[in-house]
């Protein structure tokens, strides 16, 4: 049986995105001490992380991407945790973001709707620019220019058919082009005609807009994680975080280095 609700962070692909999503879920576990969060991750040795005292799990995913497609095995996992998910009531987090303060009444939006997201700082799907042109062009032609665009970094939903099958939806659609997945979001939204609540920029917010606003979570996105300006942006704000994240994986990158160099970082 599935647990109440809970929050789910994605750290697949290489150390550097499981280090981020273990300092995600650490800064949200200050805010929020009694949620059950749960890490998925691709990577070997996960039993090795040191999780003592976070009540966070680490949980072993295998993503069906084709070889040398790392980069892109977290897509994979985002679009199919509806089926991951131990959770009745779920809250997904990109492994670029931190909480800056309790959740308050985010939960309460599954009484209304059963899919919660913020819209991207390009609202419009005429406005995206971080897709290949040919993926724009095929979702414009599928949904128009004037379909909200949102930004998966943070999904919540209630577990339910109508969810699910937004998630099967989801993973089909973001197959046709195996890379982003923000615009597949969008046209399995359109094509699947559930009702998704708008949640506040404040909980989905780049620091750029954050200036004397309400700030749930930062999302400090495009691509900074693997060059390590999230942990160091994170670091400048919740240094103790990331040396506690930092020492719980001490043992887990020597086993990754030593075992598998390729995916360290």
Not at 40 to 68: K, R, W, Y
Request: net charge negative; proline share 5%; hydrophobic share 45%.
């Amino acid at each position: 049986m599935k647990a109440d609700r809970g929050a789910l962070f994605c750290g697949s692909g290489s150390f550097n995105y499981l280090e981020a999503a273990l300092i995600s879920a650490l800064a949200l576990r200050q805010h929020e001490p009694d949620l059950p969060i749960t890490v998925f991750s691709d990577l070997p040795d996960l039993d090795s992380v040191s999780l003592e005292g976070t009540c966070i799990a680490m949980c072993l995913v295998s993503p069906q991407v084709a070889p040398g497609s790392n980069a892109f095995s977290s897509r994979w996992v985002k679009t199919r945790l509806a089926k991951l998910s131990p959770y009745c009531n779920s809250l997904y987090v990109d492994a670029d973001m931190l909480a800056m303060q309790p959740l308050g009444g985010l939960w309460h939006v599954l009484d209304r709707a059963p899919v919660g997201l913020v819209r991207d700082r390009l609202p419009l799907v005429s406005l995206c620019d971080h897709v290949a042109h040919e993926e724009k062009v095929f979702t414009l032609d599928a949904v128009g220019g004037d379909a909200t665009h949102f930004n998966s970094g943070l999904i919540l939903w209630r577990s339910e058919q109508a969810t699910d099958s937004l998630f099967d939806h989801w993973h089909q659609q973001w197959c046709r082009f195996a890379r982003q997945d923000q615009l597949a979001l969008v046209r399995a939204i359109f094509s699947s005609e559930i009702q998704v609540e708008t949640l506040p920029n404040s909980y989905n917010l780049s620091p750029r807009d954050a200036r004397g606003q309400e700030v749930y979570f930062l999302h400090r996105w495009g691509g900074t994680v693997e060059r390590g300006i999230f942990r160091r942006f994170a670091a400048a704000r919740l240094p103790a975080v990331v040396a506690d994240a930092q020492k719980r994986l001490e043992v887990f990158k020597h086993l990754l280095i030593s075992g598998a160099g390729c995916h360290s970082g």
